[in-house]
């Protein structure tokens, strides 16, 4: 392609609507299902459970599960839950990602703590059928239960929206990399070339808050992220033996096996 063919698709490419951020997607669609799994448990009780996993729908509850429903205060049971989401958001709002990683990692350090107290199945009917708990304070640690239960997962869905977004700058990279070599006949010896003709400015590592490693040869190039964990394996990804972690764009393209 001509240089105006290559910087026409990359503006094209950089045109597309953005992922929506995590964030605003836990903010209201996290909410709403939690609610909702409220209220079948309101309604159902605790074998609503069979339901997320493809089971069928559970009949009435038996007297016993009914007195443990009849204990509950649903207030403090949402109350509670929306405390949970509220910190997951205000996390995931961090726009700088080892800020970020940050506060997950202390929301994480809390499910665990919370697990080891009452999050079993057989510890969560034995705390809310024990007679001298308040309603509010079954109401708190049912909304706990629910809230984590269905929560946890998706903090992990952050780590794929990161790798998800890297593999998006290095692409924008390749369109103004592959840009340069049409006007030059080669690639550049620094990424820093690119900028501002090629592209408005070159993106640091998502990972690691450097620049992107980079490294110009004969007749291409590699570039490449350090990827989730960190550290910088030369390039290789999951397909290489050994496999690694870093998130690359490699040209020439290797071969196909």
Known sequence: MTTKQVLDRGKELR??????????????????????????????????????????????????????????????????????????????????????????????????AWKTQVLEPTNVLKFLLERERRAKEVGKAFGDFIALVMSEPDLKVQTAYDRLEQNQRNLYLAFALAAYRSDMGRYPAKLDELAPKYIDEVPDDLFSGKALVYRATGNGYLLYSVGLNGKDEGGRGPDDDPPGDDLRVRMPAPKLK
């Open 15 to 112: 045109a597309l609507p953005p992922m929506p951020a995590m964030a605003e997607k836990t903010e209201l669609a996290e909410r709403c299902f939690f609610l909702d799994c409220v209220q079948l448990t309101r309604r159902y009780g605790f074998g609503f459970l069979t339901v997320l996993g493809g089971g069928p729908l559970p009949k009435k509850p038996g007297p016993e599960l009914m007195k443990v429903l009849e204990r509950i205060d649903w207030e403090s049971a949402l109350r509670s839950g929306n405390r949970w989401y509220d910190r997951q958001v205000a996390a995931l709002r961090h726009k700088d990602r080892a800020n970020r990683q940050k506060q997950i990692a202390k929301i994480e350090e809390d499910f665990r």
